[in-house]
């Protein structure tokens, strides 16, 4: 079974461009995350869809970052224009559906992005 | 607000020895709790889960966990560390029906020849 695919592995960009990274997850996997991993720090969320739909963007920084997720398959992840401070690995995860009960989320290599 | 405590920033042991690395969370609810392991590079691998029923849960590569409600923890713990284990280790809690996690800031473990 392939995994969650993640692309570019690595971005280096300058303040204020733009820079996108595309996720697809596990097939079959109705939901799909969004994660930022900050050096010295754990994972925190970013977005939550389910099929097309977001179920948490609570702590998206909705001002310079975006993400969609238009046939409910994969998913870009954007951020526009990009500060210092958004150095970070992105990761993104996938799993079958939160339902009733709990689903293992399955990760993928993340993307790092560099700001100078 | 739901958050998890990972007291130790990084953990030195020596190849053979026993592991323990402590993991505390702040959840009003049962909680849904997992640990994870991330090597250089790599994206983070499941260890172990606990839902619910018993309290000590076994993982891949040897690992296991004890939940314990009384002290908020989810310690981790392997009997005999080998070289391979070294990587950064993040314990998570599942907040709810959502399904999206919260993370500890990690332990770094670091394994002595």
């Known amino acids: 079974e392939a995994g969650v695919a993640q692309s570019p592995r690595y971005k280096i960009i300058e303040k204020r461009q733009s820079v996108a990274f595309w996720c697809n997850p596990i097939?079959?996997?109705?939901?799909l995350y969004w994660y930022q991993q900050i050096l010295g720090q754990g994972p925190k969320l970013l977005i939550q869809?389910?099929?097309?739909?977001?179920?948490?963007d609570s702590q998206l920084p909705k001002d310079r970052f975006s993400a969609e997720r238009l046939k409910g398959v994969d998913s870009t992840l954007k951020i526009q224009p990009a500060k210092l401070e958004d150095s970070a690995v992105y990761l993104c995860?996938?799993?079958?559906?939160?339902?009733?009960?709990?689903?293992?989320?399955?990760f993928g290599p993340g993307t790092r992005l560099t700001v100078l | 607000a739901q958050s998890v405590t990972q007291p130790d920033i990084h953990i030195t042991v020596s190849e053979g020895a026993s592991l323990e690395l402590r993991c505390n969370y702040s959840?009003?609810?049962?909680?849904?709790l997992f640990w994870y392991v991330q090597s250089p590079g790599q994206g983070l691998q499941l260890l172990l889960k606990?839902?619910?029923?018993?309290?000590l849960v076994q993982g891949i590569k040897g690992f296991e966990a004890e939940f314990k409600r009384s002290q908020s923890s989810f310690n981790l713990r392997k009997p005999s560390v080998h070289w391979s284990d070294a990587a950064e280790y993040f314990c998570?809690?599942?907040?709810?029906?959502?399904?999206?996690?919260?993370f500890g800031k990690g332990t770094k473990l670091s394994v002595k020849p």
């Open positions: 869809f389910q099929n097309n739909g977001v179920v948490d």
């Open positions: 606990y839902f619910s029923g018993d309290t």
């Open positions: 097939s079959g996997h109705a939901t």
């Open positions: 959840y009003g609810a049962t909680p849904y």
């Open positions: 998570a809690v599942g907040r709810g029906s959502q399904g999206n996690l919260i």
């Open positions: 995860a996938s799993s079958v559906d939160p339902g009733q009960g709990y689903n293992e989320q399955f």
